[in-house]
């Protein structure tokens, strides 16, 4: 099955700094990976996502990227806030069921 | 919050008691899905449904089984908890609408928190 793994499991950054989270895939078939935000307390909530046919995708200060030769993506948050610090989880979806496999995690403490 | 709902949000048992956790959705999504939570290990897929009485296992299955008899409820059944079952469940859905929403995204609910003495 498919297998991710997510590094750092902690980062803190500087308000206003970048930060940037990274994951590795095993399933080559993998179709679909999403990225999750948890904060304290609250249920895991999508705050974006790419397909398989796309390199880049972007929304505001957020952007996501896939290397699908690497089997690798990454989050990039620019211009980090207090309200950034949260869990962030990275996930794939497998070719064949509409299963998602996630990421253990990144602990993101923004410092002011 | 895509109608989706948890029961109970948190409950405290006994070791070797049943456990039966509900998940209620309102949107008559097809796919269902239950996960637990722990330090460390993200989230893990327990079972899932594809529809009604259509079940299947995810990576942590021993212990648990589920059912979904109509479309709106997938229920999590821990026949003899475990303290090692102690733990945040998350029920989530897959959104079927297109959009300004992916047709993949997975909604979660507001998770039940379970603890085993």
């Known amino acids: 099955g498919e297998n991710v793994e997510q590094h750092p499991s902690t980062l803190s950054v500087q308000e206003g700094d970048s930060a940037v989270i990274k994951c590795t895939y095993s399933?080559?078939?993998?179709?679909?990976f999403p990225w999750y935000k948890q904060e304290l307390g609250k249920r895991p909530q999508l705050i974006i996502d790419?397909?398989?046919?796309?390199g880049e995708k972007k929304d505001q200060r957020i952007a996501v990227t896939l290397n699908k030769t690497a089997k690798h993506f990454s989050l990039h948050i620019t211009e980090t806030q207090p309200e950034d610090s949260a869990v962030y989880f990275c996930?794939?979806?497998?070719?064949?069921?509409?299963?998602?496999?996630f990421g253990t995690g990144t602990r993101l403490q923004v410092t002011l | 919050d895509a109608g989706i709902t948890q029961s109970p949000r948190h409950k405290v048992t006994e070791t070797g008691t049943p456990v039966t956790l509900r998940c209620h959705q309102t949107?008559?999504?097809?796919?269902m899905y239950w996960y637990r939570q722990d330090p460390g290990h993200g989230l893990r897929l327990i079972h899932y449904?594809?529809?009604?009485?259509?079940?299947d296992k995810g990576e942590v299955s021993d212990g648990y089984s589920v059912s979904r008899s109509k479309t709106e409820d997938f229920l999590l059944t821990l026949e003899s908890a475990t303290s090692s079952q102690t733990s945040v469940y998350f029920c989530a859905i897959k959104l079927a609408t297109s959009g300004t929403r992916s047709y993949n995204e997975q909604f979660f609910g507001p998770g039940t928190r379970l603890t085993v003495l």
């Open positions: 790419i397909r398989s046919n796309v």
């Open positions: 996930a794939a979806r497998d070719g064949t069921a509409s299963k998602l496999t």
């Open positions: 449904s594809y529809g009604v009485k259509d079940t």
């Open positions: 399933d080559s078939a993998s179709n679909y």
């Open positions: 949107e008559n999504h097809r796919y």
